[in-house]
């Protein structure tokens, strides 16, 4: 072989999500039952689709039109319809020249990445869903560049620490936010993304900000959409239908960008993203054509409120249980469906056991807990030991030790 094949950067990838899937998977050969709260997927938690959304799927998908490609940005009349919804919320105005669609919201991440210059840097929290730290270090040749989400302050962003990274590394161009937030569960209140979007103007910086779980929010909470607050700094929304509505399996996501006027640069990347498209041909185009009839029919928001309800209940239950134990930080959640639970220092020794009754099973278990960190360990341990299954916030671009576990 005369050159390396594999990046540097490729081997910042890992998705601990399905990961410990296969750890599971194993397990349950070994006769283990498994308690899935390690993988975001509505429909694989048993969420019913309802009966009006097949309706309109059925229909779309009698018109030979939704066998065929479409448009590269993605179909005109759903980008109509997409612009015209973000434009009703007041802030930054839109055209549907301004969305563009993707296989998924994880091509959009990939995609971005992919076209931004390799010195240029996103600062993103930690922890985060790891796409977008793992794409972030694999287009940059380097470990993920991070903010700390602070567990100690309702996991807010810690933006004393934003700003000096900001600051001190000039190849920074953007700020990544999610909210709501996997894998905390956390709603940023206004005043914060009000001093992100200063922070952004003072160094000249872009936002990136990932919606996907936009309407999903409880206990009372609100979530700001990026074109709400952003007022004339450049930026990428990122919006898809895998949760709130949930289709994860149509692998349909859009962005849209904001203020391409302000900035020359930014412009260039939007087009670019667009050339990507271009390239790539179009996104599915049959979840695309049903957009409008689902997202604006009243029965959506309906079915959204009591998706909410359930899994406000669920925070709820999770949250106050497991505050009952003085070892772990514990926040209430508002928003994605997601509780990160964090181990308060020195809790987690390398010597721990939980006891496994299956032999087969200790066995794996024992080989698998070989160096790893502290919070694999444990997690290891519980799916063993109970068979549930969550996944270790270490993976989740983070130097806490801890555990996001799903709210569905
Ligand atoms: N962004 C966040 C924060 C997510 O949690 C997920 C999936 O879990 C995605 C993006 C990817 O979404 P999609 O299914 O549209 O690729």
């Known amino acids: 072989m005369r050159q390396k094949l594999l990046s540097e950067g490729a081997k910042e990838l890992s998705y601990e999500i399905r990961e410990i899937v296969k750890k599971a998977n194993i397990l349950q050969k070994e006769g283990v039952d498994i308690t899935w709260e390690n993988i975001g997927d509505p429909i694989q938690k048993h969420a019913k689709v309802p009966a009006w959304v097949k309706e309109i799927v059925q229909r779309l998908a009698a018109d030979d039109l939704s066998y065929g490609y479409c448009d590269s940005k993605g179909d005109p009349k759903t ?18 020249d301004d969305i563009l669609f993707f296989n998924g919201l994880g091509d959009a991440i990939s995609t971005l990445y992919h076209y931004l210059d390799t010195t240029s840097r996103i600062i993103g929290p930690s922890p985060a869903y790891s ?14 560049l991070t903010y700390k989400l602070d567990p100690d302050n309702h996991w807010y962003p810690d933006m004393e620490d934003m700003r000096k990274k ?15 937030d996997n894998p905390t569960g956390m709603v940023y209140p206004k005043e914060i993304l009000d001093q992100i979007v200063e922070l952004a103007k003072e160094f000249g910086l872009i936002l990136i900000s990932d919606e ?13 959409a990026l074109s709400e607050i952003i007022d004339d700094v450049p930026g990428i929304a990122m919006k898809g239908i895998s949760k709130e509505l949930p289709w994860p399996g149509a692998r349909c996501g859009w962005i849209e960008c904001y203020n391409r006027d302000k900035s020359k640069d930014f412009d260039e990347l939007c087009n670019a993203l667009d050339d990507a498209k271009m390239i790539e041909v179009c996104s599915t185009t049959l979840p695309q ?39 772990l930080i514990i926040n209430k959640t508002y928003g994605a469906f997601y509780n990160t639970i964090v181990f308060k220092e020195g809790v987690l ?10 032999p087969a099973a200790k066995a794996k278990v024992e080989e698998w ?19 549930i299954c969550v996944v270790p916030i270490s993976s989740f671009c983070s130097d806490l030790l801890g555990f996001r576990v799903t709210l569905l």
């Open 79 to 96: 980008r109509e319809f997409l612009a015209a919804r973000t434009n009703a919320k007041g802030g930054a105005q839109i055209t549907s």
């Open 131 to 144: 796409t977008h730290s793992s794409a972030e270090a694999a287009h940059a040749n380097h470990q993920p």
């Open 166 to 180: 900001v600051q001190y590394n000039p190849n920074v161009v953007g700020i990544l936010l999610i909210n709501p």
């Open 212 to 224: 996907i779980y936009h309407q999903i929010t409880y206990n009372g909470a609100r979530a700001y």
């Open 289 to 327: 054509m049903a957009i409008p009839e689902i997202l604006g029919d009243a029965r959506f928001d309906e079915y959204r409120q009591n998706l909410n309800e359930h899994i406000g209940w669920r925070s709820s239950f999770i949250a106050d249980t497991l505050s009952e134990v003085p070892e």
């Open 349 to 358: 020794k390398p010597d721990q056991e939980l006891q496994i009754d299956n």
């Open 369 to 387: 807990v070989k160096d790893v960190p502290l919070d694999f360990r444990f997690v290891y341990y519980l799916l063993g030991a109970t068979g």
